[in-house]
C-alpha cells in the first residue's frame, strides 16, 4: 500500500488582507484560487484584523490553511511593538502585538459569540472586563527543557508556536520576575548538570514570600536518579536565589523535597482573612492578583447570605470554599482530586472553618446516590475544567438553586452549558463577562451568573 503524502507547502509569500481575528490569536484572511472566488480561509499567526500582510504558508489542511506574517504591509492602528524578543516563536503567549485594551474586548466577542452560536443564548447585561497586572503575573507553569546537541547548549522555555520545539528562551515578561528573569540561569544550570539529557521539564510555583522564604519552589522532572555533585548544584541553585527545589523522579506522588527540608508553599487571601497551603503540582489560579478580584466578582454575584447553603464544585483547595465559609452559614466542596480534598480539609482546620465541608467525587460519573448530593442548598458554584460541568448539571436537582454562578476557562463548554441551563432548565442568564487571567494569550477566562425565573 502506497504511504499517503502530506500536502505539498507552497512557501512563496502571498498578499493577504487580515478580515478577522480567531480564537486562538490568528489573523484570517481569504485567498482565491481564482479572480471571484471567496477562496479558501487562512488562518495567519501575527496579523490583526484590517491589517495587509505578506505571509508564508506553513500548513495545508482541507478546509483552510496556516501561515505566518512575515512583512506587515498595512498595520492596524491597534498593533504595538511586542515587548518580548522570543514573541513569534515562542507559543507561550500570542496577542502581545496587540494593543491590551483591545486584547480583552477581543475576548469578550469570543464568549458572546459562543453563547449566541453554541447555547443560543444572550446575557441581560454584559459585565465589564476584569484585569489586573498585565506583565509579571504567571506564578505557576511548566517549562520544558531540552538538550540540543547542535547548538551545543540545553533549552528551557515553554514550546514554540511549532509544538515539537523548546523556544530559546533567555527570559519571559508574562512569568513572575523572579522566575522569568532567570531562566537563562535556569538553563546554564541544567547544562552543566551530568542528567541534563534526562530533565525533561521544570515546574514552577509561587505562594507568598515571608521572612524566611520567598515562597518559589522548582519542581526538576528527571528520568534517571541524580548524582551526589547533581543534587549538590541543585541545592546551590535554590540557596542562591531563595527557591524551593523539589525532585520528581516518576509520577505526581514521587514529588519531595530536596532543599529545604520541610518548605511551607501558601497564599493568602487577606480579604477574607483565609490562607491555603499547597503541594508544588497542585493547581492554583496563575494570577494572584487577579484570582482575588475572581472571587470577589463571583461573590458580588452569587450574594451569599448568613443563612444560606452552598454548593462549591469543582472546589479544589477551596480557593472559593473556604472565603465563602466566612459569609454564609455552610458550604460544601466538591472535588475529583482526592489529595486536594484532603488539603482542602486541612486548610479549613488551619483556618478555623467549621462550616467548610469536603466530599471527593467524580463529577462525570453518576454522584446521585451520594450523600451531599441528596443535601439541600441554596446556591450553586462552578469552575469545571475545559470540559465543563454539563455532567454533574443533569444529576443535580436544580430546582433548589435560585441562583448559580459560573466560572468558566473555556467559553464553548460554558456556553453549551448555558444552553441546558435556560433553555431546558428555565434559569435566565442574567449577566456574563470575561476575566483576564492570562494577558497576552489568546486563554479566554469568563464568569455568568445564571437565576431562576419567577
Known amino acids: 500500500m502506497a504511504r499517503s503524502r502530506s500536502p505539498r507547502i507552497d512557501k512563496t509569500p502571498f498578499e493577504a488582507e487580515i478580515l478577522d481575528l480567531t480564537h486562538d490569536g490568528r489573523g484570517v484572511a481569504r485567498r482565491a484560487a481564482t479572480p471571484g472566488e471567496s477562496g479558501k480561509a487562512v488562518f495567519v499567526s501575527g496579523a490583526l484584523p484590517g491589517e495587509r500582510v505578506m505571509a508564508e504558508q506553513t500548513a495545508k489542511n482541507r478546509h483552510f490553511d496556516e501561515a505566518r ?3 506587515v504591509l498595512q498595520a492596524s492602528p491597534d498593533r504595538v511593538a511586542p515587548r518580548c524578543a522570543h514573541f513569534g516563536t515562542c507559543g507561550g503567549c500570542v496577542l502581545q502585538h496587540l494593543d491590551e485594551d483591545k486584547q480583552i474586548h477581543a475576548k469578550q466577542r469570543v464568549l458572546m459569540e459562543n453563547l449566541e ?9 454584559v459585565l465589564a472586563p476584569l484585569v489586573d497586572a498585565s506583565w509579571g503575573y504567571r506564578r505557576k507553569g511548566r517549562f520544558s527543557v531540552r538538550r540540543v ?9 515553554f514550546r514554540e508556536q511549532d509544538p515539537r520545539f523548546v523556544a530559546d528562551l533567555s527570559e519571559c515578561h508574562t512569568v513572575i520576575p523572579e522566575i522569568g528573569g532567570r531562566i537563562a540561569a535556569l538553563a546554564a544550570l541544567v547544562d552543566g548538570l551530568h542528567a541534563r539529557a534526562d530533565i525533561p521539564q521544570i ?6 514570600a515571608t521572612d524566611a522564604f520567598s515562597g ?29 527545589i523539589f525532585l520528581q523522579p516518576g509520577g505526581v506522588d514521587s514529588v519531595h523535597p530536596l532543599w529545604p527540608e520541610a518548605p511551607a508553599l501558601a497564599f493568602r487571601l487577606p480579604q477574607w482573612d483565609v490562607e491555603l497551603a499547597f503541594r508544588p503540582l497542585d493547581f492554583i489560579q496563575v494570577n494572584a492578583g487577579l484570582n ?3 472571587i470577589a466578582r463571583t461573590f458580588e454575584l452569587l450574594d451569599p447570605q448568613p443563612q444560606d447553603r452552598v454548593l462549591d464544585l469543582f472546589c479544589g483547595l477551596g480557593n472559593f470554599t473556604l472565603p465563602m465559609a466566612r459569609l454564609v452559614g455552610e458550604v460544601v466542596g466538591v472535588e475529583g482530586d482526592a489529595g486536594l480534598v484532603a488539603r482542602a480539609r486541612e486548610n479549613a482546620q488551619r ?5 467548610a465541608r469536603f466530599h471527593a467525587a467524580d463529577l462525570t460519573e453518576d454522584q446521585r446516590g451520594t450523600g451531599w ?7 450553586l458554584l462552578l469552575d469545571p475544567p475545559r470540559s465543563g460541568a454539563i455532567e454533574v448539571l443533569k444529576q443535580l436537582p436544580l430546582k433548589q438553586f435560585n441562583r448559580i454562578v459560573y466560572v468558566s476557562c473555556h467559553p464553548g463548554s460554558l456556553a453549551r452549558d448555558a444552553g441546558f441551563l435556560v433553555n431546558e432548565q428555565g434559569y435566565e442568564l442574567k449577566a456574563a463577562g470575561v476575566m483576564d487571567m492570562f494577558p497576552h494569550t489568546a486563554h479566554v477566562e469568563s464568569i455568568a451568573l445564571f437565576e431562576r425565573k419567577r
Open 351 to 355: 483556618n478555623g472553618l467549621a462550616n
Open 373 to 379: 448530593m441528596r443535601q439541600g442548598f441554596d446556591k
Open 203 to 208: 515546574e514552577f510555583i509561587a505562594g507568598d
Open 117 to 125: 452560536r453554541i447555547g443560543h443564548v444572550a446575557p441581560a447585561t
Open 149 to 157: 546537541d547542535k547548538k551545543d547548549k540545553t533549552l528551557v522555555g
Open 69 to 71: 506574517t512575515v512583512e
Open 292 to 294: 482575588q478580584k475572581m
Open 216 to 244: 518559589i519552589a522548582l519542581v526538576f522532572r528527571h528520568l534517571k536518579p541524580l548524582d551526589d555533585a547533581d543534587r549538590a548544584a541543585l541545592i546551590a541553585f535554590g540557596q542562591a536565589h531563595g527557591f524551593a
